[in-house]
């Protein structure tokens, strides 16, 4: 038979002393006074907790088992809007919450989250939706490849770590916000001075990566299919390379290697291709991407690769296996999306910058909004300090002894 606990509890009230019932809303809170407070916690009843209301949505949406729902523990007010607690039941999982995310969302009339530790289930209500305009602005993040690529729900910033998630992929249809995405990325990198090359292949005749050409991290810039097969090929090398160097060293991967005496550090080299659906129809390109891509794991080579073209065959299987990292811009449909991050959702975004990010968990993000005047405008003093490196390098050729340079610890094969 079916238990009510505010039934059970008001009667017990009754027959301990004095009790005050209020009902309301979504359930009926019980508060209790002298001996029927007293008695109810002598019988181990949490009044507060019996107050439910929760009860009925959960019934509503099937969150229960024998008739029992997840028992209602807390609710915290924090910055974002405010956190409910909740105890799971034996038999149920996180995914029972997740697969009723959206009717909670619209029952709440707000997004939510849905986390998990030990046998509690938390869900953040947030109160304030994800800003639409999120001005860009650099933050120096710890990892040598990490940036901050916009901001989550609750207005925290969300970073990526480039060398953890290995390569990235960005698709979304025209107009989602691919460029600009890709253009803070960028800047973010340069802006980060870590020890970092670029290569920047861009096949709109160099239109969207103009702007970082002349900056002085910019190893190699391609602007045509057969400039961007040389650069691929090279990597693919440099790829083979480093590994025969860390097989010799006994190390497994940069970061390894890197710390060891007497040898000449490695630098992390990042290839970013716009829409590299366009190497697609030449020979040879598309796989030199998909070889990279699997090959390239560890030992500081990776791979930004951006398409407005979700098309299964462009973002094949061998490509995905490899990329686990996708961020999903705005789709036309949730065909397009299931094949961007295998699951609807993607469609449903408004455009302009607002992703999900998929890397394990789905995280809806929105990124910064960097105009190309602004990137030029921060990224400037980059391009004299390119100049004076090959100013200083032309010198330098023209020396006949080098020692007393390498003596000053210069290095003189940095064709950066
Ligand atoms: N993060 C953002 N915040 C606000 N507006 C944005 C953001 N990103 C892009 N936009 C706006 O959305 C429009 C499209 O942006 P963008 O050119 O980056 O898209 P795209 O996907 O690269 O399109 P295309 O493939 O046609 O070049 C522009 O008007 C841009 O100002």
């Not at 986390?115 to 938390?122: G, K, P």
Request: with cysteine.
């Amino acid at each position: 038979m079916k238990k009510n606990n505010e039934v059970e509890l008001f009667g017990l009230c009754l027959v301990l002393g004095i009790g005050t019932v209020v009902a309301g809303g979504d359930g009926v809170q019980v508060l209790g006074y002298g001996l029927s407070t007293l008695g109810a916690s002598m019988l181990g009843f949490s009044l507060i907790n019996n107050a439910n209301p929760y009860n009925n949505l959960f019934r509503a949406l099937k969150l229960e088992i024998n008739d029992r729902v997840p028992k209602f523990l807390e609710r915290k007010e924090t910055n974002y809007g405010y956190c409910l607690t909740f105890r799971l039941l034996a038999g149920m999982s996180t995914d029972d919450f997740e697969k009723k995310k959206l009717a909670i969302e619209q029952h709440l009339n707000r997004k939510i989250e849905i986390t998990y530790n030990n046998w509690r289930i938390f869900i953040k209500v947030y109160e304030k939706q994800l800003e639409e305009l999120i001005p860009y602005e650099f933050s120096k993040c710890k990892g040598i490849l990490e940036f901050n690529i916009g901001k989550v729900l609750g207005d925290k910033t969300l970073n990526l770590d480039l060398e953890k998630a290995v390569h990235l992929l960005i698709a979304g249809e025209t107009g989602s916000g691919k460029s600009t995405l890709v253009r803070s990325i960028i800047t973010n990198i340069v802006l980060s001075r870590r020890k970092v090359s670029l290569h920047l292949i861009d096949l709109k005749n160099g239109a969207e990566f103009n702007l970082f050409r002349k900056s002085n991290i910019v190893k190699t810039f391609s602007r045509n299919i057969d400039e961007a097969e040389v650069v691929l090929e090279n990597l693919i090398e440099e790829v083979n390379k480093r590994y025969d160097l860390f097989f010799e060293n006994d190390v497994v991967d940069i970061r390894e290697y890197n710390k060891l005496k007497n040898i000449k550090k490695l630098d992390y080299q990042i290839c970013i291709i716009d829409e590299f659906a366009d190497l697609q129809n030449e020979k040879g390109s598309i796989s030199s991407v998909e070889v990279l891509a699997a090959k390239a794991r560890a030992c500081g080579v990776h791979l930004i690769i951006s398409t407005q073209r979700p098309d299964s065959k462009i973002l094949n299987g061998r490509i995905k296996a490899n990329i686990p990292c996708v961020i999903g811009l705005k789709t036309m449909n949730s065909l397009n999306s299931r094949i961007i991050i295998d699951e609807d959702g993607l469609e449903k975004l408004r455009g302009r910058g607002h992703g999900l990010l998929r890397y394990g968990n789905l995280t809806e993000f929105q990124s910064m909004f960097l105009e190309v005047v602004k990137a030029r405008e921060l990224i400037k003093h980059t391009y004299i300090e390119k100049e004076i490196k090959r100013e200083v390098k032309e010198e330098i050729g023209k020396l006949d002894n080098l020692d007393f340079i390498k003596d000053l610890g210069v290095d003189i094969d940095d064709s950066n």
